[in-house]
């Protein structure tokens, strides 16, 4: 017995195709440009920062230190003691829909818009 393909059949896979295209598309380019930098250790703020200032902020705990440097306007972990590395394979992000975790030591980077009014921290 042979299945036959229909017209109807292509132009379904051409429209998932194409939905799924515009899917992945929006979640790569989403996200606004950010203005601020929320840096959490084990979910508590560490501290939020500007991306308009170059700096480097440097988190020690126990025995693990993360390098997190903000420069032109990007973020990335510039440095971790972590084993993996991941965090620091990212590269640099600057986007609200963009953040940098680094699972062994507890610490996310993450790009926040910081627009006038009020913020809030919900636990």
């Excluded at 515009?22 to 840096?39: C, H, M, Q, R, Y």
């Excluded at 991306?51 to 230190?65: G, H, M, P, Y």
């Amino acid at each position: 017995m042979f299945k036959v393909i229909k017209k109807a059949d292509i132009v379904l896979f051409i429209v998932l195709v194409a939905a799924s295209l515009a899917v992945s598309a929006a979640a790569f380019t989403g996200g606004d440009k950010g203005s601020l930098v929320e840096i959490s250790v084990d979910g508590e703020i560490y501290g939020v920062y500007s991306l308009d200032k170059d700096q480097t902020i440097e988190i020690k705990q126990d025995k693990s230190i993360n390098k997190i440097t903000i420069k032109d306007g990007h973020v990335q972990m510039s440095d971790s003691t972590c084993r993996n590395q991941v965090c620091v394979d990212t590269g640099e992000i600057s986007k609200t829909s963009q953040s940098i975790v680094c699972l062994p030591n507890r610490v996310m980077v993450e790009i926040i818009r910081g627009e006038a009014g009020f913020d809030a921290v919900s636990k």
